[in-house]
Every structure is written in structure tokens, then in C-alpha cells.
T-cell receptor, first 114, second 115 residues
Framework: EPEVTQTPSHQVTQMGQEVILRCVPISNHLYFYWYRQILGQKVEFLVSFYNNEISEKSEIFDDQFSVERPDGSNFTLKIRSTKLEDSAMYFC????????????FGDGTRLSIL | AQTVTQSQPEMSVQEAETVTLSCTYDTSENNYYLFWYKQPPSRQMILVIRQEAYKQQNATENRFSVNFQKAAKSFSLKISDSQLGDTAMYFCAFMNLNTGNQFYFGTGTSLTVIP
């Protein structure tokens, strides 16, 4: 069964540095998402992406965040200047996008900011 | 804004027994879906079951079933004949069809099945 894959599984970065989290969605999916989960808190929506542009974003997704689908297979989340509070598990998801269709999640990338 | 509440941070159940995980949500919308996802330790989130808000009939998927009470905004998950492989974090999720397809998640319930 096809899966969403995320790399790396764990990323450790110094505060202020840029970080790129990578995801390969399921190949026939059209909608792509990033979520994050701060330790002990709920999973929160960051952004959705469709047709090479952002379709929805939350208040969390401010100017330090950006997403890109550079080559038709990868879907990346960039955090420009990381802060301590960016430490979290980041989940990528993809879906067909029709109303009510479930999203398929990757294993997540644990981001630790030092 | 939508909120999803899971009031049971941790639960345990004996193998082969039945357990019910609770979830309530708050919305003014009428057109939405509800989901339960399972996240085994160090594994990806896996869809367990889905419920359309416009359907009165409760969804079932093998040993998993829901009790969907739309007026009460309640969406509990019942796991029958619990198995060791059911040990996982369970997340309730709400999808509002009128504001895109993003999920709103609860904080999760950690379920342990005891042999």
C-alpha cells in the first residue's frame, strides 16, 4: 500500500538556522498538508497546498514558514529562522481532496531546536 | 472555530474486552466529517473510521464502531475484542467541508491493551 514518507525522522538545529523538512506524498494525491504537534499538545494544522499554491493556512503559518513542491514529487516545509518554540513533531499528509476523503499521514519529523 | 475535546488522556483495557474512547466537538457548521486515527508507537497515523455528519447511521469497521450523537456533538469510538495491536494513541479529528479539508484534532487518548 502506498505511503507518505518523511525525511529526516529527527532533525536537530541551532536556533536561528533554517531547516527544510521533506515529504513525498502518495503519487496520485492532489492535496498536501503540514501539521505540527508540540510535545503533549494536540496536532495542529499549518497549511494545505493544491495546484502548486497554498489553499489554506493557519495563524501558526507566519512569514517564517514556506512550502514548496519543487519537482512534482517532493513537498517541503521550510522554516527560515528557527525558534525554540518551533520544536515539535511535524506531520505531512496527502489526500485526494474530495470532500470527506481521509488524509494519509507520514511518520513525522521530530524537530528539536537548541 | 472548531474545537475537538478528548477528555481521557490515558485508558487501559484487558485483551478481548471492549473499550470506549470519548470525543466531543464544537462547531456551528452542518456539513462535516469526523474521523478516528490511530498512532501506534513510533508509527504513522492510520485511519480507523470515518463518519459523515449527514448520516444518522453509525459507522462500523470490523471491531471498531462509533456512537455519533450529532445533537450532543459527541463521537465516541468503541473497540470490541481488544487486541494487543490496538495499543496506540487515538486521535479524534473534525473536518469542516466549508473551510477547506484541514483536520482539527483532539489531544489524543493513549490506549494500552493489557494481556
Amino acid at each position: 500500500e502506498p505511503e507518505v514518507t518523511q525525511t529526516p525522522s529527527h532533525q536537530v538545529t541551532q536556533m536561528g538556522q533554517e531547516v527544510i523538512l521533506r515529504c513525498v506524498p502518495i503519487s496520485n494525491h492532489l492535496y498536501f498538508y503540514w501539521y505540527r504537534q508540540i510535545l503533549g499538545q494536540k496536532v495542529e494544522f499549518l497549511v494545505s497546498f493544491y495546484n502548486n499554491e497554498i489553499s489554506e493556512k493557519s495563524e501558526i503559518f507566519d512569514d517564517q514558514f514556506s512550502v514548496e513542491r519543487p519537482d512534482g514529487s517532493n513537498f517541503t516545509l521550510k522554516i527560515r529562522s528557527t525558534k525554540l518554540e518551533d520544536s515539535a513533531m511535524y506531520f505531512c499528509a496527502s489526500g485526494l481532496g474530495q470532500n470527506g476523503q481521509p488524509q494519509h499521514f507520514g511518520d513525522g519529523t521530530r524537530l528539536s531546536i537548541l | 472555530a472548531q474545537t475537538v475535546t478528548q477528555s481521557q488522556p490515558e485508558m487501559s483495557v484487558q485483551e478481548a474486552e471492549t473499550v470506549t474512547l470519548s470525543c466531543t466537538y464544537d462547531t456551528s457548521e452542518n456539513n462535516y466529517y469526523l474521523f478516528w486515527y490511530k498512532q501506534p508507537p513510533s508509527r504513522q497515523m492510520i485511519l480507523v473510521i470515518r463518519q459523515e455528519a449527514y448520516k444518522q447511521q453509525n459507522a462500523t469497521e470490523n471491531r471498531f464502531s462509533v456512537n455519533f450523537q450529532k445533537a450532543a456533538k459527541s463521537f465516541s469510538l468503541k473497540i470490541s475484542d481488544s487486541q494487543l495491536g490496538d495499543t496506540a494513541m487515538y486521535f479524534c479529528a473534525f473536518m469542516n467541508l466549508n473551510t477547506g479539508n484541514q483536520f482539527y484534532f483532539g489531544t489524543g487518548t493513549s490506549l494500552t491493551v493489557i494481556p
